[in-house]
Each structure stands twice: as C-alpha cells, then as structure tokens.
C-alpha cells in the first residue's frame, strides 16, 4: 500500500492532471446545476483562504518572520478592487480580473515599505511593526470617507468558483516555483540564520524584498476575491481577528510547506462550516485543536514536509530525511 | 485651555496607569522567556469579569480590597496554570510555536466568555465616588483611587524586583537563562510565579478597568490588551520601567489625541506614534537589542 502512495506520489503527470480535472469541474459547476449556492460559496472561502494562507507562509514560514499583519494586505486589496468594480470600471468580463489585479497590485505596493523596515528589526519587533501596519491600515480607511469610512462598501458579487481556482493555481505555482529558485534558497538561508546567510554572499536585502511584496500581492488578491464574494466589506472584516485566522490556518497546515497550507486551509474552512450549530463555541474549539496540535506536533501538520507534487523531480531525489 | 489640559491629563494618568498595570504582564513574561504572551490581554479581560462575578454572585458584600486581593490571586492562578499546561511543554520546541499556542490560548478564554456572556455586562459599583473640585479641577475619587492602586502595585513590583530572592532569580534568568539553573536556581518554579505576579497584575488591571468604564465585554481583552502590548513595545519590551513608562505615554497620547482630534484618529495616531517609535528606536525607548551570535 505504502509503495502505491509512494509511485502515486512521484507520479510527474498527477498533479497537471488534477489541475486540469479541477478546471474541468469548477468550469462545469458554473454551467450545470451541480452544486447549490451554499457549496459553491464555500468552495470559493476555501480557495480564498488557501491563497491567504500560502501568501503568509512564504513569509511567516520559509522566511521564519512572524507577520500579523496580511488581513491588512488583504483590506487593501479588498478595497482597492471595490473602488474598480463600483467607481471606476463599466461592468464587463474584465471587470473582475482587472479588480482583482489592481487589489493585488495596491497590496505590492504598500508592502514594499514594510520589506524595507523589515532590514532594521526581526522577530518580535517586526511582528509588531506588521501589527501596527494593520491597524493603520484598518484606522485609515476609517477614516476614509470616499472609502465609506466605518459603514464600508458593496461590491458587486462577481468572484466564480472558476476565477477563485485560477487564482489559486496562480499563487501555488508563483509560490512554488519562487521557493524552489534561487530566491527560495536565499529565503530559507535567511530563516536560518540571517546573519551567516549574509556572510555567505546571499542577497539578504532583495530576498526579503520579493517575498514580502509577493506575499502582500497575494494577500491583496485574495481580499479583492473575498471583496467580491462577499457582497459587504467594512474595516471591522480586517481587523486583527481575521489575521489570527490567517495564522491559525498556516500554523495548523504547518510552515514552510505548501501542500501544509492547502491542507490547513481546507480543515479550518470546513471545520467552521460543520461547526455551524454550535456558534461562537467554535471558535474556542478551533483555537483547542491548535492548542493541542502544537503540544504534540509544534511544527504542524505538514510542518517543514511538502506534498512529493510540488516538489521538483531533481529535489525529490537527493533531499534529506530529517 | 490650560484647564483644559491639566483636566485631560488627570484622565490620560487613569488610562496611563491601566495601560502600565497590563504592560508589566507582557513585559515580565517577555523578559523571563523571551515570548510574547498573546493570552494577556485575555487574562486581563477575566480580572473584570471575576470582579462582575465576585461582586454579584457573593452574598456578602466583600469590601473592595478583598475583592481586588481574590481576582488577583485567582487571575494569577490561572495564569501559571496556562503556563504550566500550555507553555512549559513547548519550552523546547520552535518559539513560534510557543506565541501560537498563546494566541490559540487567548482565543479559547476570549472566545469561551464571549459564549457564556454574549451581551456586555455592567460592574455593579464597589465604590461610592465622590466627586472634588480644586482650583477649577474635578477629580473624582474613584480616579485617585485608580491612580492610587495602580501606582502602589507598580511600586510594590519595583520592590519585589529589586529586593527580594524572587525578584534578583528573575532578572537572572532574563539575564542568561542557559547559566541560571547551574546556580541552583529552580527555574521552572521563578518563571511560575513570573506568570503568577504578572497575570495578578493584569487581572487586577481588569477590575480597575472596569471601575472606570464599567460596561465590560468577553471582546475587550482583545481591543486594551493589544494597546497595552504597544505600550510594553514602546518602552522596550523586556524593560520593567519601560513598560510603566510605555504605558503612561499611551494613555497620554491617546487622551490628548480624542481630547483635540476627532475620536476616529485615535487608533491612527496611537499606531503610528508606535510605527515611528519602532522606526528610530527599534527596540523601544528603555529596551536594548537581543544579543546576536553566529
């Protein structure tokens, strides 16, 4: 049995046929009635919430920073995406693409200063300065009366489950490919220890750079989908609750892992939806799990592993087994 | 104006000092075990919710300082508990998986009160305030009673730090904690009471908090805690007088700012104070860089 798994596991041709099927069925859900409204918009919150959470474990996992601050990202890219789908744009096809990029775009771009004050302090210090840019963020729009200030918005709902799996795909073969380059190594290097990756000649600066502003754009795409799904966006939705959110996804999925973060994700988002009935208990027996999860497993539960597919066949071969 | 002022800036003392009394928590904690205690503002939060319970569940009327000794003592209970059940196991284990499972902490008591009392609730009052005037200023004396208790406990934290056994094991381990258990420390023991003395003084921050404002919510633990943990970051976390420190200039610039700005800006300006802060002073005004070693 073990065997099987494992020549399924090396399969090259499993995950490009998964994709593809995937395609197939979210293309086909569109068109037939296959699943009702409810499934499709929890379909969507998972492919969001997988987005979010790769993102953020670029950074707070291969990178070992610890950011709070991607629900900030995420208010950026939502509101961004808002101001083109309610004001600026005619309704078309490419209104939600162009949204959706733009949201993205606005969350590089303001996560570029925080790369650059991620050179002066790490660890908790930076953990903080993340926190407090998502509080201004948050405090901002506020205050923002062109962005609704505390009352919010309407977008108009137009994220399909097609457009949510193109994005995902999108973000997981971003990431995958960014952590397996040149660039990946120089960000682990940096987890590990920044100052001997420094001595070692790796880039420290330009690292950090791209996986910030790659992770922020992500994180903005995803607030522009969850902008548009939603149907109401306020600040209050981007506050430091749903940035723990984010983190409880990655750190149950476990960090430095992909396959860890699509995992993650989906447990948390089905979870929460088959704890309906229970109301606010859920959210102390999610927090319980993780509680428990990091007693016995601290680094999660694809911690530090990855899912054979997404690693490259010429890695595959020669990694070491911890 | 100056009035004016002078008025504001006795209620920027009475935030100030609520925002010192939680700081401490973080700072203590930090300083001990160089972690983050996400589960604080939680504590914090319970200490006004014992003191509801206390207040109204008892059948006697308990006077004010018994009431303020008992949610202390058993705030501070509980936080050694969620130390020694969730903390210590992970001493070992990558740091952040010890700030998760204090956020994840924090999230099961926010989240648990939060289903037992969905509506905010009111503090009945403990004491009768009387209100003073001198020279045009009000003062109340609920507010010097605040200031009062908040202040004495700082001092009697300074004192425990600086006098006794406990106080000179604790800065020894935030000093070097490899060195310290050769010494005959028992360190497992310090870092209990550590979380004993600092969730005391979050808890009693709590019931302090909810004299002054007394509507108190299972949600306020989130929104003062994470202001008090700015405080600590701003007077340099680890740093005991920095976080009193820290948490007067809070309460000060948070007052001032709803005093002269429209109250909107608070957050902004409070965050941004902070950003500023972190950006020339990385490590807080009284804080000193960790040690790095290659």
Same mark, same amino acid.
């Given at each position: 049995?073990?065997?099987?798994?494992?020549?399924?596991?090396?399969?090259?041709?499993?995950?490009?046929?998964?994709?593809?099927?995937?395609?197939?069925?979210?293309?086909?859900?569109?068109?037939?009635?296959?699943?009702?409204?409810?499934?499709?918009?929890?379909?969507?919150?998972?492919?969001?919430?997988?987005?979010?959470?790769?993102?953020?474990?670029?950074?707070?996992?291969?990178?070992?920073?610890?950011?709070?601050?991607?629900?900030?990202?995420?208010?950026?890219?939502?509101?961004?995406?808002?101001?083109?789908?309610?004001?600026?744009?005619?309704?078309?096809?490419?209104?939600?693409?162009?949204?959706?990029?733009?949201?993205?775009?606005?969350?590089?771009?303001?996560?570029?200063?925080?790369?650059?004050?991620?050179?002066?302090?790490?660890?908790?210090?930076?953990?903080?300065?993340?926190?407090?840019?998502?509080?201004?963020?948050?405090?901002?729009?506020?205050?923002?009366?062109?962005?609704?200030?505390?009352?919010?918005?309407?977008?108009?709902?137009?994220?399909?489950?097609?457009?949510?799996?193109?994005?995902?795909?999108?973000?997981?073969?971003?990431?995958?490919?960014?952590?397996?380059?040149?660039?990946?190594?120089?960000?682990?290097?940096?987890?590990?220890?920044?100052?001997?990756?420094?001595?070692?000649?790796?880039?420290?600066?330009?690292?950090?750079?791209?996986?910030?502003?790659?992770?922020?754009?992500?994180?903005?795409?995803?607030?522009?989908?969850?902008?548009?799904?939603?149907?109401?966006?306020?600040?209050?939705?981007?506050?430091?609750?749903?940035?723990?959110?984010?983190?409880?996804?990655?750190?149950?999925?476990?960090?430095?892992?992909?396959?860890?973060?699509?995992?993650?994700?989906?447990?948390?988002?089905?979870?929460?939806?088959?704890?309906?009935?229970?109301?606010?208990?859920?959210?102390?027996?999610?927090?319980?799990?993780?509680?428990?999860?990091?007693?016995?497993?601290?680094?999660?539960?694809?911690?530090?592993?990855?899912?054979?597919?997404?690693?490259?066949?010429?890695?595959?071969?020669?990694?070491?087994?911890? | 104006?100056?009035?004016?002022?002078?008025?504001?800036? #006795?209620?920027? %003392?009475?935030?100030?000092? =609520?925002?010192? $009394?939680? *700081? !401490?928590?973080?700072?203590?904690? @930090?300083?001990? /075990?160089?972690?983050?205690?996400?589960?604080?503002?939680?504590?914090?939060?319970?200490?006004?919710?014992?003191?509801?319970?206390?207040?109204?569940?008892?059948?006697?009327?308990?006077?004010?300082?018994? #009431?303020?000794? %008992?949610?202390?003592?058993? =705030?501070?209970? $509980?936080? *050694? !508990?969620?130390?020694?059940?969730? @903390?210590?196991? /992970?001493?070992?284990?990558?740091?952040?998986?010890?700030?998760?499972?204090?956020?994840?902490?924090?999230?099961?008591?926010?989240?648990?009160?939060?289903?037992?009392?969905?509506?905010?609730?009111?503090?009945?009052?403990?004491?009768?305030?009387?209100?003073?005037?001198?020279?045009?200023?009000?003062?109340?004396?609920?507010?010097?009673?605040?200031?009062?208790?908040?202040?004495?406990?700082?001092?009697?934290?300074?004192?425990?730090?600086?006098?006794?056994?406990?106080?000179?094991?604790?800065?020894?381990?935030?000093?070097?904690?490899?060195?310290?258990?050769?010494?005959?420390?028992?360190?497992?023991?310090?870092?209990?009471?550590?979380?004993?003395?600092?969730?005391?003084?979050?808890?009693?921050?709590?019931?302090?908090?909810?004299?002054?404002?007394?509507?108190?919510?299972?949600?306020?633990?989130?929104?003062?805690?994470?202001?008090?943990?700015?405080?600590?970051?701003?007077?340099?976390?680890?740093?005991?007088?920095?976080?009193?420190?820290?948490?007067?200039?809070?309460?000060?610039?948070?007052?001032?700012?709803?005093?002269?700005?429209?109250?909107?800006?608070?957050?902004?300006?409070?965050?941004?104070?902070?950003?500023?802060?972190?950006?020339?002073?990385?490590?807080?005004?009284?804080?000193?860089?960790?040690?790095?070693?290659?």
């Amino acid at each position: 049995m073990s065997r099987f798994l494992d020549s399924v596991a090396r399969c090259r041709w499993a995950l490009p046929a998964l994709v593809s099927a995937g395609f197939a069925f979210v293309v086909a859900c569109e068109f037939f009635p296959i699943l009702n409204d409810y499934s499709k918009v929890v379909l969507i919150t998972v492919g969001i919430n997988i987005i979010l959470c790769a993102s953020l474990n670029l950074v707070n996992g291969y990178m070992g920073e610890f950011s709070v601050g991607h629900a900030g990202f995420m208010a950026l890219g939502a509101y961004a995406s808002a101001l083109m789908t309610i004001k600026w744009l005619p309704a078309s096809f490419f209104e939600l693409p162009m949204g959706v990029l733009f949201g993205g775009v606005v969350a590089a771009l303001i996560g570029f200063p925080l790369a650059l004050l991620s050179f002066k302090t790490r660890g908790d210090y930076l953990a903080i300065i993340t926190l407090a840019f998502l509080m201004i963020v948050k405090s901002a729009i506020e205050n923002i009366s062109y962005l609704g200030g505390p009352r919010g918005m309407t977008p108009p709902v137009l994220t399909t489950l097609p457009w949510t799996f193109f994005w995902v795909v999108v973000t997981l073969w971003v990431i995958r490919n960014l952590v397996y380059s040149k660039f990946g190594r120089a960000i682990t290097a940096i987890r590990e220890d920044e100052i001997a990756a420094n001595a070692m000649g790796v880039r420290v600066r330009e690292a950090k750079i791209l996986a910030f502003v790659t992770s922020s754009f992500f994180g903005g795409v995803a607030g522009a989908l969850y902008a548009q799904v939603n149907f109401f966006i306020d600040p209050k939705s981007f506050d430091i609750v749903k940035s723990t959110e984010i983190l409880v996804m990655v750190y149950l999925g476990g960090i430095a892992s992909l396959g860890g973060s699509i995992i993650g994700a989906v447990i948390f988002t089905i979870l929460l939806q088959v704890l309906q009935p229970l109301g606010t208990w859920r959210m102390v027996i999610l927090p319980l799990i993780l509680v428990l999860l990091m007693l016995f497993r601290p680094r999660g539960i694809m911690g530090m592993r990855e899912l054979p597919w997404f690693v490259p066949a010429r890695e595959l071969f020669k990694r070491l087994r911890p | 104006m100056f009035f004016y002022l002078a008025q504001q800036t #006795i209620n920027a %003392l009475q935030l100030g000092s =609520i925002y010192a $009394l939680i *700081a !401490l928590g973080y700072s203590m904690v @930090y300083g001990v /075990l160089v972690m983050i205690n996400f589960a604080h503002g939680d504590l914090f939060m319970l200490g006004a919710f014992a003191c509801l319970l206390l207040a109204v569940l008892l059948p006697v009327h308990l006077p004010f300082v018994v #009431i303020l000794l %008992l949610v202390m003592l058993v =705030i501070g209970l $509980l936080g *050694a !508990l969620i130390e020694r059940v969730a @903390y210590r196991p /992970l001493r070992d284990a990558p740091r952040v998986s010890a700030i998760i499972t204090a956020l994840g902490c924090g999230l099961v008591i926010e989240n648990t009160t939060l289903s037992l009392s969905p509506y905010p609730q009111f503090l009945p009052t403990l004491f009768v305030s009387k209100t003073l005037t001198f020279a045009g200023l009000t003062i109340t004396t609920l507010q010097i009673l605040i200031i009062g208790v908040a202040l004495g406990l700082m001092v009697g934290l300074d004192l425990l730090i600086r006098k006794t056994g406990f106080g000179m094991a604790m800065r020894a381990i935030s000093f070097d904690a490899k060195t310290v258990p050769l010494m005959g420390i028992p360190v497992n023991r310090m870092i209990s009471l550590t979380f004993f003395v600092g969730a005391g003084l979050g808890g009693a921050a709590g019931m302090l908090y909810g004299l002054a404002y007394p509507q108190i919510s299972a949600t306020m633990g989130v929104l003062i805690g994470w202001k008090a943990f700015i405080a600590a970051v701003i007077g340099g976390i680890g740093s005991i007088r920095g976080a009193v420190l820290g948490g007067f200039i809070l309460g000060g610039v948070e007052v001032m700012a709803v005093a002269y700005l429209p109250s909107t800006y608070r957050d902004l300006i409070s965050y941004s104070l902070l950003l500023a802060i972190l950006i020339f002073k990385p490590y807080g005004l009284l804080g000193h860089p960790p040690n790095q070693k290659v």
